[in-house]
Each structure stands twice: as C-alpha cells, then as structure tokens.
C-alpha cells in the first residue's frame, strides 16, 4: 500500500463509515487484526451503533503497519459483497455512492411511514441482491423475534448503508410488485416529483385500483359457444367456437377500422381480441409479418393476458413475450418486440421505449389492443401512447402506423349531465384512441343476455348509530395528534400544516381525510432547512403523526360499518407493534394517549347498546335472501381491507350467519403491513368460491371491479360502496346468473342518488353510443379538432402571455395565452402552442363574431363544429415550406 493509499482511505472515511458495518467483515481481518481489536469493535457496535463501530474499526486499520493489510481489506469487502464499496475505494471515485445521498435523506424521513407500511418479509426476496447476506438474515429474524413494524425498522437502517448503485430503483420495484402504498412516496423518477395527487370526493375514493384476470381455464367458460371447460386430464382448451355477438363485436375490426369496442363484463372481450388478433396475423401476404401488441394496465393483468396469449397463439405457430416494469431492467425490450409476432406490454413500457429510443416509432407495430382503454385521457400512459400516434400521423410521415382497437365494459359519460355531452365526452375518448366506430352488441342482444344477464337493483336505506362514544374518544385523539403536528409547523413561522396540502373540509373517518394524509407526507419530501439535522427531525416527527393519523382514521371506518371491537382491535394490534419496534419519545408519547382512553374504549365497545344497526340491516338480507335460495352464490363489495377483515369475522362470530363460511378477495396493494393478497393468494381464494359449495360469500374490495372472471353470482351487495358509472356497470355485472339481485346498502341518502344519477347516466351512454353509431366515419373524425391561425396577418392582432399552467404532451407544447392586441380588450382568444417546430395560435370559436362577408351578417357559434366552413386538415409539410 502507498503512502497515497492511506491519505485516501482518511480522506474518504466518511463515506466508509456511513456504509460499512466491520462486524461482517472482522471474520476476513483475522491476520492482521488482535483478538482485543475485534472484541472492541463488537462491543463498540452493541454499545454505541454501527458508525462509531466504523470509525473505530478505520483507526485500528489506518494503524497497521504489516505488508499487504490494504489487499486484505479490499478482499474482505469483496467477500462480504460490498461489491459499491469495493470498487470505490479501488479507483478512489466515491460518486456513485455519493449520488446515492438523496436517497438517503429521503428513507429516513419517510422511516416512520416505511415501517408502518411495509411488509419487510415479502420485498426481502426482491430486495435482497442490495443487500449484505448477513443482513437479509437479521432481518428475518428480527421480524420473528420482535414483528414486522422492528423488522422494517432494521431494513431501513440496512438499506441506509447500501452501497449498491442500483438500490433505490430496486426498492420501488419491488413496492411496485408489491402493489405496496409506500410507493407511491417512494419517487426514484426526478421529472414526476411534482405531481399533485388527484382530490376525489369521499364516495368517489378508490381503495384498490388493482385488477385481477383471473380464469382457471382461459377462455373457456362464458367466453364461448363452448359449454364447459375442459377435462382435469385435458391440459389445454378444446378449440372455441365464437358466439354471435363476439363475431359482431369483430367486424369492424377484422375489416381493418380502428375500432373502440364495448361490451359487458363477463362476455369475453378477450377472446374477440384473441379472434381479431388472429384474422389480422394471417392477412399478410406470403413475405409479409404483422406485429401485434396488447397492453395491460395492472402486473396481474399483464401476467394473465400474457397467458391466455400464449397458450391460444403458440400452437398456431406464432411467437409470444412480454415485458412489464418487473421484468424491463433484465430483458431487451428492443429484442423481445423484434424476436415476437405478438406482445403483452404494461403500456409504460412502451412509453419509455418510444421516449427513450429503443423503439423508433409505433410504426413497427401493425396493431395496438389497448385494454380498459376507458383509462386513455390525461398523463395516462396510454395518452402517452396516442399522442405518440397522434404526432406520426399529422407529421407527414410515410410509415404506416397500426390499427388501434380498445376494449373496454363502459366508455363513461364524464361530467356530462345531457346526451349532446355525453357524445362530446365519448367523441373525445374515440379522438384520443384515433377510433371512428365504436363497436356494440345489437344484433345478438339474445345470445349476449346468455352469458352477460342484468340484475335486478335494489336500494336500501340503512341507519347509524344516533350517538357514537367511540368515534368521540378517537376523534379526540385525532384532534391531539394534529395539535402536535401543528405545533411542529409553528416552530417554522413560513408555513402550516394548513397550507402543505390542497385538500380542505376533510372529515375524520373519510377515505378524503386518507388522501389528506397522502397530500401532506408528499408535500414533507420536498421540504427543505438549511440545517438538515433539524430538517430530518421535523420530517420524521410529521411522518409519525401522520401514520398515527391513517390509523385512528382506519379504525373510525372499521367503527362506521362494522362492530366497535373490531375498530379497537385494529388499534390495539397497531401499537402493540409500535411497542416492539423502535418505540422512540414520540412515539411513547402517543402511545401513552391511547393508553389512557383505553379502559373507556373497551368498556363502550362491549356495550351491546351500541351495536351497529347497519350489520343488522345487512344480516336480515342476507338471511331473507338465503331462506329463498339455499344455493345463492353472494358477492360484498366494501371500501376498504380493514372492513373486509372485520366482516369476516363479524360474519364467522354470528350464529345466525356462520353457515356462510367467507372467503376474502382483496387487492395485492399494501396500506399496513397486514393487509394485502399475493396473486396465489387471490387464485386460491377464487378457486374456493368457484368449487367449494361451502364458500357461500366473497367479501371483496374493488379488486373485484374489473376484468376479474368470478364464478356466476346471483346475489351482489354494495355495502357503502359507490363510485362512478364505470364502476357500477362492473361491480353489477359481477351478478351474471338467471335472477339475479343487485342490493345497494348506504346510511348516507345522497349515495342512494349519486347510483341513480349513475344508472341515467349509463342509460344517457348508451343512447349517446346508439347515436354515435348512426354517423358515417367522415363526421366522427370532423368533431374532435383544433383549429388554428397560420396567416402571418394574423399574430399582429394578438398578444400573448406565459400560460400559468404550461405542459407538454408528445411533441404537443402549451406555452402561452393569447389575447385581443386592442389595450381596451385583451380578450382571452385562445392559446398559443408549439408542435414540433411549428409556432401556432390555437383560437376559440366563441371568442369571436363570425361576419358572412358577402351578406354581413353576423353570428356566434359556441362550438367549432357548428361553424360551416371548409377546414383544411394540417399538413406539416406544406406548413414547413
């Protein structure tokens, strides 16, 4: 070792000291390290943590005099697997783990809700490769000695020290399979850091956004002519002859149209892409290939399709792959779209690919299946996608692109509240997907009641509590933790606890108090102290409060719907978890608060005068409906996990209701570290209600909602459970058997309206699609467009203003306001945007007087489409000469 080697190794302790751990490596140190020296550094490691113990470690290293220490260390480190660490010190470049800092900071102010969250023992097989071998084993069994809450706590304090490059991507993709909540805080991506969260309304929150394509048996059942599945030795599916409505629903598609199509859930909308996705493949002539690609939104989706792909396509001699964000970092998505005839993409990927450069453009591709392609609106990657598509066509290019279908059960109605705006929201979702038919069953509405029969739906107003003592108790605590929080804020003088968050009027116990919570630990990642000590002990402190908000707030919604014990069990669990983790001042003290309500909690909850009078409700009509069919087949719907777990247990503790035997079905995403069902999970909870005659009811979240294949149901009930028409017309259609019920239960009479409004308005969608359809293709292209200025005569009459809310969609950029040139106007006549490199005023229709200059007469139009005039389609070409 030179003289320069250890001036280095001091000048760069630092970074040795907050990565390494020497009790990993003492064992490799043996021959130049006394017996005394590792005792000490053990010791040092129990008694005062693992940097003291580094630094100690580094002053007896830097001490040594013998030949050879400096190649020992290296290949100690190297053994160990501090593989960053290593090659640090070997080219003396500290950079990648210097740019690993952020992250740093960023973990330990997101600590508290990490470990409140995150289950460390199903991301520790994901994660693991970032970590120290002996590390994964401490934390496997810190989560059996101590629980899950230490467990996460120790994988924080290990990932801290990672010198792997690669470890903050790594740990959000495993969130990401994991579906966990954390994720959405856990930001690796610079460019979306500043995306504001979406505020919903109570009734329009969404719990899970997970969907499932589950089929035992793919294709096979209800998808078909075909009447039953094949048999248990029959590996594969007997070939299927499509029904009617399917070959209807296909047409315009197999006709080469670009085809939005709409169908009910349960009637196999896969199998007709599978049937179009076929005729096109074999339409090419000899020397000629198409290149088909399906994207799915969600991981179980993407698994499923992949599958039913696979397995329908293979044996007709066509190659089929699939990439998804798990599987992008290890596979070439340039090799696995050039190697295949047919690929299953979450659509990301490809927006990615297209930005990136992988994938030059959509045109290697001759079709495009965007499923639950309802979702194309917006930052959706889908958008993304088409706005990709919208740039090549209007660019002039002479590649051809593909042809787009969608699938989707409900195209929606918006905000529309007529059936002209209807048509305007559906136009609009047809411009984003470049689609001119929308495809519906019309003809074989008989053979499509076969297998998608509409329940009957039925409205329950049910009661609550009048006085409620529990929900007093922890609104009071509630009340507290957020004096605390408060107070933190006061401490600053600039800001508020206020003001951090756009979300306001927000209600303990409500799924929008939830998002209030989520808006306000997104706001703490980007605030900023110049003292960063203090910066880190506010953060962590707010987190605190917040995770112990999200809990009280949990318990309120288990109280509301379900039994009081079973709100107060979830608390108790809680901090019984917080006792065995870390347990730090904060932490006691809020400990301490619930403690003292503890004793009035029990006692109230064990009052049978306060017994929910909504469980009384549900359990007459799950009696009433069972004494008329011993057989039915029930599926619950309910907001949350936390009311899934407490209605299973209300339901296996009643007497009257046991015979039921419930089985649960709910998302993979993790809100707790408790909650949450791996893909088997879901497989094996379906496969019992599907075959075990016992599993007379699934209780399930909206995991249910779409694209889920669950055994025919003749009984479903929404218990406080609403959302859009999107979602009505999927949870109803879980009902798909011969007389079947749909029950809706709601204390609150405005949820009863806000399902009627839904059920106008899919009537209102439906006669909008009905009107639509009578178009011919030419005016269903017309009524989506921009219209734009492009004489040079015309930028005198306008001045422009930067636009306060700028954005860039493709090659599409928004970058100001134009208005009237005239001082004594200044009226808003539109915007002013660049497209690729063309500078163009993008004007209003009805900010202007239109004068026929032959007559004078003058007109308003509200709508460019109302404006007779000839419009001459943009041609980037002729607009560059």
Wanted: charge should be negative; hydrophobic fraction near 35%; aromatic fraction near 10%.
């Amino acid at each position: 070792m030179s003289a320069e080697d250890r001036r280095n190794l001091h000048a760069f302790r630092d970074y040795v000291m907050k990565t390494l751990d020497p009790t990993y490596i003492l064992s490799y140190m043996a021959p130049w390290f006394k017996d005394d020296e590792v005792q000490h550094i053990q010791a040092e490691k129990n008694n005062k943590g693992t940097m003291e113990a580094a630094s100690l470690f580094l002053k007896f290293l830097l001490e040594l005099q013998e030949e050879g220490w400096f190649r020992g260390f290296l290949d100690a480190l190297g053994h160990a697997g501090y593989s960053g660490l290593y090659e640090a010190i070997e080219t003396w470049d500290f950079q990648k783990i210097e740019s690993l800092e952020e992250y740093r900071s960023l973990l330990k102010r997101l600590q508290p809700e990490f470990k409140t969250t995150v289950n460390p023992k199903d991301i520790l097989p994901k994660i693991s490769q970032c970590l120290i071998s002996q590390e994964c084993e401490e934390i496997i069994q810190v989560c059996s000695n101590k629980g899950l809450m230490a467990g996460a706590e120790k994988m924080v304090e290990c990932l801290l020290r990672s010198d792997k490059e690669n470890w903050p991507k790594t740990l959000k993709l495993a969130l990401e399979m994991e579906e966990s909540k954390f994720s959405e805080l856990w930001i690796v991506d610079k460019d979306v850091k500043n995306v504001e969260p979406k505020v919903l309304e109570d009734d329009e929150m969404e719990t899970s956004d997970i969907q499932i394509f589950y089929k035992e048996e793919p294709e096979c059942q209800n998808l078909s002519q075909n009447s039953s599945p094949p048999s248990a030795d029959s590996p594969t599916c007997t070939p299927l002859k499509p029904r009617n409505y399917q070959l209807e629903l296909a047409l315009p598609a197999k006709e080469g149209k670009n085809t939005l199509i709409c169908a009910p859930t349960g009637c196999g909308k896969t199998f007709v892409s599978l049937l179009i996705c076929e005729h096109h493949l074999k339409k090419f002539p000899q020397g000629q290939k198409g290149k088909v690609v399906f994207f799915a939104i969600q991981l179980p989706l993407y698994e499923q399709q992949k599958s039913v792909f696979s397995n329908y396509f293979e044996k007709l001699g066509y190659k089929v792959a699939g990439v998804s964000g798990v599987t992008s970092e290890t596979v070439s998505v340039e090799q696995i779209v050039e190697d295949n005839d047919i690929i299953i993409l979450t659509p990301q990927i490809l927006v990615n690919s297209l930005r990136n450069g992988t994938i030059p453009s959509l045109s290697v591709f001759t079709l495009m299946i965007f499923d639950e392609c309802h979702n194309t609106g917006k930052h959706h990657p889908y958008n993304m996608i088409m706005f990709n598509y919208i740039d090549q066509k209007l660019g002039g290019s002479s590649d051809p692109l593909p042809q787009v279908i969608g699938l989707t059960a409900s195209v929606g109605t918006g905000d529309a509240k007529n059936t002209k705006e209807a048509m305007e929201y559906i136009c609009k979702l047809c411009a984003s997907l470049d689609t001119a038919v929308i495809a519906t069953v019309k003809d074989n509405l008989e053979d499509l009641e076969e297998v998608a029969y509409k329940p009957q739906k039925f409205f329950r107003k049910v009661e609550s509590r009048t006085t409620d003592r529990f929900k007093c108790i922890i609104s009071q605590l509630m009340r507290e933790t957020e004096s605390l929080a408060k107070s933190i804020f006061d401490e600053l003088g600039t800001v508020t606890l206020e003001n951090v968050s756009q979300i306001q009027n927000r209600s303990f116990g409500t799924q929008k108090y939830e998002q209030w919570i989520i808006s306000v630990q997104k706001a703490c990642m980007v605030f900023q102290l110049p003292d960063k000590d203090e910066e880190s002990r506010i953060c962590k402190a707010l987190y605190l409060y917040t995770s112990h908000l999200r809990k009280y707030n949990d318990a309120l919604i288990i109280n509301e719907h379900a039994r009081m014990k079973d709100a107060l069990d979830y608390l108790k669990d809680f901090f019984a978890d917080v006792r065995s983790a870390g347990f730090d001042e904060t932490e006691q003290d809020l400990t301490r608060r619930f403690e003292e309500k503890l004793k009035e909690l029990e006692s109230v909850s064990m009052d049978l005068s306060n017994e929910n009078p909504k469980l009384k409700d549900l359990s007459f009509i799950l009696q009433e409906e069972y004494h008329l069919n011993p057989e039915s087949r029930t599926i619950l719907f309910v907001k949350t996990r936390a009311l899934v777990d407490a209605l299973k247990k209300w339901i296996e503790e009643n007497s009257e209701l046991s015979f039921l035997n419930p089985g649960i079905l709910t998302g993979r995403g993790k809100t707790n570290q408790n909650t949450g069902m791996t893909l088997p999970a879901q497989k094996c909870a379906l496969d019992a209600f599907r075959t075990d005659g016992d599993k007379k009811i699934l209780i399930a979240t909206s995991v249910a909602d779409e694209g889920i294949d669950i055994a025919e149901c003749n009984l479903v009930i929404l218990y406080e459970y609403v959302g859009n028409v999107i979602r009505m017309i999927q949870t109803r259609g879980r009902g798909r058997a011969r007389g079947s019920k749909c029950f809706l239960l709601t204390s609150n009479a405005e949820v009863i309206e806000k399902e009627k409004i839904n059920i106008y308005k899919e009537n209102m969608m439906n006669e909008s699609i009905l009107r639509l359809q009578t178009w011919n293709e030419a005016v269903f292209k017309e009524k989506d467009c921009h219209y734009a200025v492009v004489g040079d005569a015309f930028r005198k009459c306008y001045v422009s203003k930067l636009h306060p809310k700028p954005k860039t969609f493709g090659h599409f950029e928004k970058r100001a306001k134009i208005f009237c040139a005239r001082e004594n106007c200044l009226h808003d006549w539109g915007i002013h945007v660049k497209y690729k490199t063309f500078e163009i005023p993008v004007i209003k229709i009805e900010s202007f007087v239109v004068e026929d200059i032959a007559t004078g007469a003058q007109k308003l139009y509200a709508k460019w489409r109302d404006f007779p005039f000839e419009k001459i389609p943009f041609d980037a070409i002729e607009m560059s000469k």
